[in-house]
């Protein structure tokens, strides 16, 4: 088996910081078409409809019903603003793809329209230096308001520049983020000002902690809890795991969807409200809605791991994305795939994604890419430990180079790379064309926290140290031997 040389060239690129430049959202290069049309966007003329953002952290689509979950997770469809209701008073997107398993590198490409290697914050200890589009609204006028539950997104993040506001309510206290964010942006509602919103939630975010009214739903209040030292006991020792407490697991990460669900329901009906109060209407006459998570969480699909920020398999890769307001057609699903950094562009200048291939990415060293079929994952340095997130101690090991059938096997747990040579060469040549394109990016800037901030990451399970590695380009096709 053929080991490609590390690429030494990688610390000249890192060092060509970018000088400034346009905040508009980068040019796609690709020949690729997409099928569906795209409404004007909200920065072109004539368009005066607002931004509202709603982001749940670490929401797997497939555990949602209407992406095939058996379970009610998404609330009540006759309920205004439920999961369920934005799901069919909205355009569904059935295939979005993230760029990485961890909130800062995803949420980064959200709001840049840039991949984690271009933009620069590759992981969650990392600030964001690249421009914007928070920053580029704020430049023509827009007010921005913000509400943040995962303390990665604080103001030192660098996320935070372009809101004129901003609050990080911790998990523990998030259920205050909706009205405290509707409060913030009932003045400008009133006035007519040009308005963005961000709000994001938490849960179902591990610790998988539902709250009081929906704990029991799914769960059985005699099974285990979903604690940080249960979860990492598992993946220390996966044969732990049997299918009574995956059960238990899995149901008090949707009880938590359920959770999320209320604050979701909370903000959208208190805008609407404000919105109405103003004498301006309803809420989607006078906004577009954006509802998605930056990744999901690979709840014991293998290795024992139910987390997120080592995988970059289809539960943790695959968000949901609903659009919502004026041209985004009500009860439509869209089986094009597109991209998380491909949202906003589409949302604000009306950009047609166009693309052929996804790409998620750890660091540059592990590597999935993704086509509408096949997904194909590679680890070039053939590195049998596997990322360096918690818990540190447990291995979860890629294979140098492996091909999954979405169409058969959407989890992508069957090799079938020797069934199909030719086209586990193509994604490899794929990959690395895209590995060769990437533009050099803004700079990777270290976000240095105080100890107590560290021991408030690592309560959440969230790696406090980053071990420094060089990254691996991926292999061409010709190396890769069936």
């Keep these: ?7 030494l060239g990688w610390v000249g690129l890192i060092a060509l910081q970018s000088c400034g430049g346009s905040t508009a959202p980068p040019t796609n290069t690709s020949n690729e078409t997409i099928r569906f049309e795209v409404p004007p966007g909200l920065l072109q003329d004539g368009n005066h409809r607002d931004l509202i953002v709603v982001a749940i952290d670490t929401l797997r689509a497939d555990r949602l019903p209407f992406y095939g979950s058996f379970r009610a997770t998404g609330g009540n469809p006759e309920q205004t603003w439920s999961l369920s209701w934005l799901a069919r ?22 709001w840049t329209g840039m991949v984690p290697a271009e933009h620069g914050a590759m992981n969650n200890l990392t600030r964001l230096a690249a421009p914007t589009f928070a920053m580029e609204l704020a430049r ?19 996320l935070q520049r372009g809101f004129a506001t901003t609050a990080v309510h911790r ?3 998030e259920a205050a983020g909706p009205a405290d964010l509707v409060q913030r942006a ?16 938490m849960a179902p975010h591990q610790p998988y902690a539902p709250a009081p009214q929906h704990r029991g739903r799914f769960s059985s209040p005699a099974g285990v809890d979903a604690s940080k030292e249960i979860l990492f006991a598992i993946h220390r020792n996966p044969s732990s795991l049997d299918a009574a407490t995956h059960e238990q697991l899995k149901a008090l990460y949707d009880e938590e969807i359920l959770t999320a669900n209320d604050y979701v329901m909370e903000l959208l009906s208190g805008l609407d409200a404000a919105y109405r109060q103003a004498g301006r209407g309803a809420l989607l006459d006078n906004a577009v809605v954006v509802f998605l998570s930056d990744h999901g969480e690979e709840l014991g699909d293998r290795n024992g791991y139910f987390m997120h920020a080592k ?41 047609l994604p166009q693309r052929k291939y996804f790409v998620s990415a750890y660091n540059l060293q592990y590597y999935s890419i993704r086509d509408a079929r096949w997904t194909l994952v590679h680890n070039p340095a053939d590195n049998a430990r596997g990322p360096l997130e918690p818990p540190k101690d447990a291995v979860y090991s890629y294979p140098v180079v492996a091909l999954f059938d979405r169409q058969q096997d959407p989890l992508e747990l069957h090799d079938v790379s020797k069934q199909y040579p030719e086209e586990t060469k193509r994604m490899l040549d794929a990959l690395h064309q895209w590995y060769q394109n990437l533009k050099p990016p803004f700079g990777t800037e270290k976000n240095p926290m105080s100890s107590q901030e560290l021991e408030t990451i690592g309560a959440i399970g969230y790696a406090t140290d980053v071990t420094e590695e060089n ?12």
């Design 311 to 351: 995988s970059l398999y289809s539960g943790v890769t695959h968000p949901p994305l609903i659009l919502l307001g004026a041209g985004w057609q009500p009860g439509r699903r869209e089986s094009a795939d597109i991209a998380l950094q491909d949202v906003l562009p589409m949302v604000l200048f009306g950009k």
């Design 140 to 158: 023509r006028g827009w007010r921005g308001h913000s509400s943040v539950s995962n303390f990665i997104l604080r103001k030192g993040s660098g």
């Design 186 to 201: 009932a003045e400008d509602i009133a006035k007519g000002q040009r308005l963005f919103l961000w709000g994001h939630f």
């Design 471 to 482: 990254p691996w380009a991926p292999w061409r096709g010709s190396q890769w031997k069936p």
């Design 89 to 110: 008073h909205g355009t569904l997107f059935e295939h979005m793809w993230a760029p990485a398993g961890m909130t800062m590198p995803s949420f980064s490409s959200l």
């Design 171 to 173: 998990k523990a206290e």
């Design 1 to 7: 088996m053929m080991r490609p040389r590390l690429l």
